[in-house]
């Protein structure tokens, strides 16, 4: 496995259930994202990790979980989600957070549809 | 608020073509500047991104800076058809050396 890569590609969830998305780079990299893309909107950034610690909420409501046991995973754990929360969810990673010149590399993202 | 703003399109260009592709941005401070392509049902994959005043060149792409005017443009010249996508400026502002706002994109259609 190369980059980024994300699981599941497509997933169909109640409003009841729980699920969770996985994330992992193989870039080496130290701080991953994930990002919500919805249409017509511009992406969303929900949170940000660097070496497991969070260090951004982008006020994301309680229903959206995210976990990070190490600096190559990440994941996002989804209850109780309504149907405008369906969207294009992307995981992204960078060699770090603090220099404006380091790139943001996306995986291949997770459509979700809330039912 | 800081904003990016991109004219949604869709910008229409022949094959072999130049496209032109226009970004502003709202916050002063900005400090790099990251043009991302995205093909429907598909990733943002990056193509190039730009620091300098000026002009940056990739192959058939060239980033264009000028932070005076706030504003960043994509040249595609020699437009294929494989070209067309949504393309994506982003934007990392002065405050945070890792937090990009994005535009919503332009949609670019090149005909054969």
């Known amino acids: 496995e190369t980059g980024v890569t994300q699981t599941p590609r497509h997933l169909v969830m109640g409003m009841t259930n729980k699920k969770s998305l996985k994330c992992e780079q193989h870039l080496g990299h130290n701080a991953m994202y994930w990002y919500k893309q919805s249409a017509k909107k511009p992406l969303e950034l929900m949170f940000v990790y660097s070496l497991e610690e969070r260090v951004e909420n982008n006020s994301v409501p309680s229903r959206f979980s995210p976990e990070c046991p190490n600096s190559s995973h990440l994941f996002l754990h989804l209850h109780t989600l309504q149907p405008e929360d369906s969207a294009l969810y992307l995981c992204?990673?960078?060699?770090?957070?603090?220099?404006?010149?380091?790139?943001?590399?996306f995986g291949p993202g997770t459509r979700l549809t809330v039912l | 608020q800081k904003e990016v703003e991109q004219n949604s399109g869709p910008l229409s260009v022949p094959e072999g073509a130049i496209a032109s592709l226009n970004c502003t941005y709202s916050d002063r401070g900005s400090q790099s500047f990251f043009w991302y392509r995205q093909y429907s049902g598909k990733s943002p994959e990056l193509i190039m991104f730009i620091y300098s005043n000026g002009d940056k060149e990739d192959g058939r792409f060239t980033a264009q800076l000028n932070k005076a005017s706030q504003y960043v443009s994509l040249l595609i010249r020699d437009s294929q058809p494989s070209d067309s996508a949504t393309y994506l400026c982003?934007?990392?502002?002065?405050?945070?050396?890792?937090?990009?706002?994005f535009g919503k994109g332009t949609l670019l259609t090149v005909n054969p």
């Open positions: 992204a990673s960078s060699p770090s957070l603090t220099s404006p010149l380091d790139e943001q590399f």
């Open positions: 982003a934007v990392k502002s002065g405050g945070s050396n890792y937090k990009l706002t």
